[in-house]
């Protein structure tokens, strides 16, 4: 199974609201990544966790708060963001940090109002 | 020097046809090159990938062609279906820390036509 799962697959939000995105992978990876995905563009990474730790952080703004509960799990937290945060966001999963395969999930296109 | 180039930014190309899409890249630490395919609405699937040891890496009706000297690589595919209308990205990874990220090129819009 090379399944990387996100929920939700769309979610509108305003500018004030908090919402969370939510990643899983059940492949025993234990390095998991965010994404963002602007039209025509590729993905540009935003965070990298490894053994659960907070590897990379591309120097994000604060209104996106990453968080790793546990080795199958990812979430990116949302709150006070901007129309132009509107984008496909994408978690992916490796082995490990090192290792050369990520599998991308199929991404939760965010619209903020 | 982490960038990634590639060209063409779309292709069209009839059904049956060879589809060429190229890619080079300065970092000489760079030592993994995948290609990624994305349909609309899906995230990006690992295609093929080649290490900078060989020259040319083929899978089915796909094959990467490498010339480290040139610090390019490019994707050829082979009887091009219209099933394979997608964006492909090249991509580049180093090999620790930070340089283990990818980085990608701009993407290709492929359509092929009947």
């Known amino acids: 199974d090379t399944e990387v799962t996100q929920t939700p697959k769309h979610l509108v939000m305003g500018m004030t609201n908090k919402k969370s995105l939510k990643c899983e992978q059940h492949?025993?990876?234990?390095?998991m990544y965010w994404y963002k995905q602007k039209a025509k563009k590729p993905p540009e990474l935003m965070f990298v966790?490894?053994?659960?730790?907070?590897?990379i952080n591309e120097s994000v703004p604060s209104r996106f708060s990453p968080e790793c509960p546990n080795s199958s799990l990812l979430n990116l937290h949302l709150h006070a963001l901007q129309p132009e945060d509107s984008a496909l966001y994408l978690c992916?999963?490796?082995?490990?940090?090192?290792?050369?395969?990520?599998?991308f999930g199929p991404g939760t296109r965010l619209l903020v109002l | 020097q982490q960038q990634v180039k590639q060209s063409p930014q779309s292709l069209i190309v009839q059904k049956g046809g060879i589809s060429i899409i190229n890619c080079a890249y300065e970092?000489?630490?760079?030592?993994?090159f995948p290609w990624y395919q994305q349909f609309p609405g899906k995230g990006p699937a690992l295609l093929i990938a080649i290490r900078p040891d060989v020259s040319e890496k083929k899978e089915g009706r796909f094959t990467i062609s490498f010339n480290k000297s040139a610090k390019q690589f490019s994707l050829h595919i082979m009887d091009s279906q219209p099933g394979d209308s997608a964006t492909y990205f090249c991509?580049?990874?180093?090999?620790?820390?930070?340089?283990?990220?990818?980085?990608f090129g701009t993407g290709t819009r492929l359509q092929v036509t009947l």
């Open positions: 966790y490894s053994y659960e730790k907070l590897s």
């Open positions: 492949m025993g990876h234990r390095a």
């Open positions: 992916a999963s490796s082995q490990g940090q090192g290792s050369e395969t990520q599998y």
């Open positions: 970092n000489t630490a760079f030592d993994y």
């Open positions: 991509a580049a990874r180093g090999n620790s820390g930070t340089a283990s990220k990818l980085t």
